[in-house]
């Protein structure tokens, strides 16, 4: 157990479809991340709350909309996804303090787009 | 821009000693992260070096070189279950919400 749980693990869609994947750390940290984990490509930073603000967006397509309710949920809600989104998704979270400001990652949402 | 650099692939035999090397070049450099992916799972921490040397960590040690934008993570006494991906990643701030950049990962077989 990480501390940062994310469901589902396992995800299959088609591009008409809308779907959701969800975060939750009960660390106490700050700041959560959405990162896209694909096959020989290195981690992909796509969204940043800190604080429940969301302060980085990288260009990603807006097919991908994040939602930050508080400081302890975070969701990323797809719709009219490609074949090429089909990737691991990591959620993570840090404490935003000075130091070694670590992240704190989910065990990921395996999403395959039909 | 970001750039980071490590081996995809190595291979070692189990009891052995095996380094995996990083460099990077950055336009902000705070710090140096070392973490470890096993298939499937989540990556977990292993190391932080913010200033030049070696840090150890039981059979783990990390090392960085700031101004040849070098590093390089020790496994001592190999064991099987240290097979997985090794992921270098820098960070260009200290505090706040982190912008790691992150390599493309080492992946690590330990041979019986």
């Known amino acids: 157990e990480t501390g940062v749980t994310q469901t589902p693990r ?81 959620c993570a979270s840090s404490h935003g303090q000075a130091g070694a400001n670590v992240l704190t990652f989910g065990a990921g949402s395996r999403l395959t787009v039909l | 821009g970001q750039n980071i650099d490590q081996p995809t692939e190595m291979t070692a035999t189990e009891g052995a000693i095996v380094q995996i090397n990083c460099t990077y070049q950055t336009s902000g450099f705070n710090g140096l992260f070392w973490y470890q992916q096993h298939a499937g799972e989540a990556p977990t921490f292993l190391s932080y070096n913010v200033l030049d040397g070696l840090e150890e960590k039981g059979r783990f040690s990390s090392f960085l070189s700031r101004s040849k934008g070098y590093s390089y993570l020790l496994l001592k006494e190999l064991q099987m279950k240290d097979s997985a991906s090794y992921l270098c990643a820098v960070t260009p701030r200290s505090g706040g919400y982190q912008k790691v950049t992150f390599g493309t990962g080492t992946k690590l077989q330990v041979i019986p």
Do not use: I
């Not at chain 1, 400081?71 to 009219?80: D, P």
């Open chain 1, 10 to 90: 396992h995800l299959v869609m088609g591009m008409t479809n809308k779907k959701s994947l969800k975060c939750e750390q009960h660390l106490g940290h700050n700041a959560m991340y959405w990162y896209k984990q694909s096959a020989k490509k290195p981690l992909e930073l796509m969204f940043v709350y800190s604080l429940e603000e969301r302060v980085e967006n990288n260009s990603v397509p807006s097919r991908f909309s994040p939602e930050c309710p508080n400081s302890s949920h975070l969701f990323l809600h797809l719709h009219t996804l490609q074949p090429e989104d089909s990737a691991l998704y990591l």
